[in-house]
T-cell receptor, first 118, second 116 residues
Framework: EAGVVQSPRYKIIEKKQPVAFWCNPI?????LYWYRQNLGQGPELLIR????????DSQLPKDRFSAERLKGVDSTLKIQPAELGDSAVYLC????????????????FGPGTRLTVL | AQKVTQAQTEISVVEKEDVTLDCVYE???????LFWYKQPPSGELVFLIR??????QNEISGRYSWNFQKSTSSFNFTITASQVVDSAVYFC?????????????FGQGTTLQVKP
């Protein structure tokens, strides 16, 4: 079974430039997450999708960040314009969440995109 | 407030030594989940274990073992007879079951270096 795929793996841009990251979750997974991981820190959730719907975007800086998940499968995270402080690893994860399930579903992570803003 | 603290930033051991990674969490919920993830240099977070708040039994999986103690809000991870391949960053994380939100709160991670 293929894991979570992310591209690109690395991206270097100058500040004020736009950038986009792509994520393909594990087939059949209805829930998709974008996390940001700053150097030396644990990941922090930016946005969570259930199918096509963004159900938790409270941590997403909406002035410059946007995300979409067309058809409830692939997702794109965009930053426009990028700032120096956006340098981080952006991780995508997916899980299969069943309704009315007490169990907490395991999240499978992709390798991440390392963004460097100069 | 929900918080995960991994006080050990870096640990260095020699191969075959045992090592324990500490994790302390804070939550007001009575139902929650605790996780350990491994992040090798490749960057991908690898799931190691999930434990719910109602199950305080310790668990052993090969060289890995976990000690969950609600009384001290700790969920420590021990690697027995460490190997060089165990070198990675290890994250402890806390999740809540309310609405099955799926949000994980991670600690800052502990970098483990196992020297040959």
């Amino acid at each position: 079974e293929a894991g979570v795929v992310q591209s690109p793996r690395y991206k270097i841009i100058e500040k004020k430039q736009p950038v986009a990251f792509w994520c393909n979750p594990i087939s059949g997974h209805n829930t998709l997450y974008w996390y940001r991981q700053n150097l030396g820190q644990g990941p922090e959730l930016l946005i969570r999708y259930e199918n096509e719907e963004a159900v938790d975007d409270s941590q997403l800086p909406k002035d410059r960040f946007s995300a979409e998940r067309l058809k409830g499968v692939d997702s794109t995270l965009k930053i426009q314009p990028a700032e120096l402080g956006d340098s981080a690893v952006y991780l995508c994860a997916s899980s299969l969440v069943r309704e009315r399930s007490f169990s907490y579903n395991e999240q499978f992570f992709g390798p991440g995109t390392r963004l460097t803003v100069l | 407030a929900q918080k995960v603290t991994q006080a050990q930033t870096e640990i260095s051991v020699v191969e075959k030594e045992d090592v324990t990674l500490d994790c302390v969490y804070e939550t007001r919920d009575t139902t929650y989940y605790l996780f350990w993830y491994k992040q090798p240099p490749s960057g991908e977070l690898v799931f190691l274990i999930r434990r719910n708040s109602f199950d305080e039994q310790n668990e052993i999986s090969g060289r890995y073992s976990w000690n969950f103690q609600k009384s001290t809000s700790s969920f420590n991870f021990t690697i027995t007879a460490s190997q060089v391949v165990d070198s990675a960053v290890y994250f402890c994380a806390l999740g809540h079951s309310s609405s099955n939100t799926g949000k994980l709160i991670f600690g800052q991670g502990t970098t483990l270096q196992v020297k040959p």
